[in-house]
């Protein structure tokens, strides 16, 4: 059984977390893709192509990236290069203290340039990603033409 896990499965936004696919075969070939919809819907994803070492294992933090939305060794690389698929559209969190982005990681045998619907993964996890850690407080700020938000520390 192909296993995917995130660590920690909760985090704030701008903090690293370890990706990790476990249970597949040696040398195998997949396709490791992130996405979320973001509040307004609109799909964001990231892809990258690995072969998993000896032990069946792919870990982007210390294996390459063959291609995809980036190659090379980038720990937070499904993170960083999310991409959306309507152009032009900018991935903004508007409601930083009421939820967290939820972003699924998915691991597919093979390439895999697109996924249709109908495509089951060989594993999958979601990540929690928040904008504001707990016990923050958000006050927001109006004064003149000044307009903003402090957020304070518990």
Do not use: N
């Not at 960083?80 to 903004?92: A, K």
């Amino acid at each position: 059984m192909v296993e995917v896990t995130v660590t920690p499965r909760s985090s704030l936004a701008d903090r690293p977390v370890q990706v990790r696919v476990r249970g597949l075969s040696p040398s195998q070939l997949v396709t490791l893709r992130a996405w979320l919809k973001d509040e307004h819907g609109e799909c964001f994803q990231s892809r990258a192509f690995f072969r998993a070492d000896g032990s069946g294992e792919v870990d982007p933090g210390s294996h390459a990236a063959l291609g995809g939305s980036y190659s090379g060794v980038w720990p937070m690389g499904l993170f960083w290069f999310l991409q959306p698929d309507t152009l032009f559209r900018r991935l903004v969190k508007r409601d930083v203290a009421g939820s967290p982005f939820l972003v699924r990681l998915e691991v597919f045998d093979g390439l895999r340039l697109g996924t249709e619907p109908q495509e089951q993964p060989l594993g999958w996890c979601e990540a929690e990603r928040w904008y504001v850690g707990p016990g923050v407080q958000r006050v927001p700020i109006r004064e003149g033409r000044v307009r903003g938000a402090l957020f304070l520390p518990p």
